[in-house]
């Protein structure tokens, strides 16, 4: 039985998984000794797999860890499933230890794409670099920011004031973007919310929501007075004088989720919690 498959808005289509997966699943945990241990109890049941010939990978831990472990994995498509060995676990499954392969098989699965960033520092270096929850622009002073925001080169704000402004895929729109009051974007809306931060001016200026395909420049106003740092994901680039962020369509990440628990669900439910 091959996993049945989800990708944006049901529309995608990710790898199969083999029938037999007894020995090809790669078992990862967080540093914590309760993800540890469920790892060392699933290699027990299951075996081990080389994670560079693995055909699927569980990842055990938080939501963190997925993120650490999508990265790990970027580029190769390997479907990672996740299970929750730490606190929220908004794109984890829930843990047990029971019917793994079951779960597995029965898996439904989404198909991601991060944004890239291409950064110009104060030396002028490129940096570029990959996120999957999101990519953000912010002060690293007591001074605000001033950023100017092109949209498919097109000046669309010439001045925002703020502690700094973020771009997230729908996947990250339920984390630091639904924190800085951003929308919650379902996956198969093919749509990027552009978020401040704390903005000072223009005050009641909430964001956007823009096509997928669209690129988004910002420019550091004042860089030298009002310095900035750009962050995507894990990855910091300090005193930039311009940031560039597009999603890569070149690049994709399958996630596997229980029925009826998909990540698709997930985002439109947590629209409904209070």
Request: overall charge negative; some cysteine; hydrophobic content about 45%.
């Amino acid at each position: 039985m091959t996993a049945a498959l989800l990708g944006p808005g049901g529309l995608g289509e990710g790898p199969d998984l083999p029938t037999d997966l007894e020995g090809r699943i790669a078992f990862l945990a967080a540093p914590t000794e309760v993800a540890e241990l469920a790892r060392d109890q699933f290699i027990a049941l299951h075996g081990q797999a080389d994670p560079e010939a693995a055909a699927v990978v569980v990842a055990l831990g938080g939501d963190g860890f997925m993120l650490e472990t999508q990265h790990r994995f970027l580029g190769r498509n390997l479907p990672i499933y996740g299970m929750n060995c730490g606190s929220i676990g908004f794109l984890m499954n829930a843990y047990h230890e029971d019917d793994l392969l079951l779960r597995l098989a029965h898996a439904q699965a989404a198909t991601l794409h991060p944004l890239r960033m291409r950064a110009l520092d104060a030396a002028g270096a490129v940096r570029e670099a990959l996120a999957i929850n999101e990519v953000s622009l912010l002060r690293e002073t007591r001074q605000a920011a001033k950023i100017r925001i092109l949209v498919d080169g097109k000046v669309r704000m010439e001045e925002l004031i703020c502690d700094g402004i973020l771009v997230a895929t729908p996947a990250g729109s339920t984390a630091y973007n639904l924190s800085a009051y951003g929308p919650i974007v379902p996956l198969g809306a093919n749509l990027l919310p552009l978020t401040p931060i704390s903005a000072f001016r223009p005050r009641r200026w909430r964001g956007a929501l823009l096509p997928a395909d669209a690129v988004v420049a910002f420019q550091v106003l004042e860089p030298g007075k009002r310095p900035v740092a750009a962050v995507a994901d894990n990855v910091e680039v300090r005193d930039i004088r311009s940031v560039e962020v597009r999603e890569d369509r070149g690049v994709r990440m399958t996630m596997l989720f229980d029925p009826d628990h998909g990540l698709s669900e997930r985002i439109i439910a947590e629209q409904f919690t209070v």
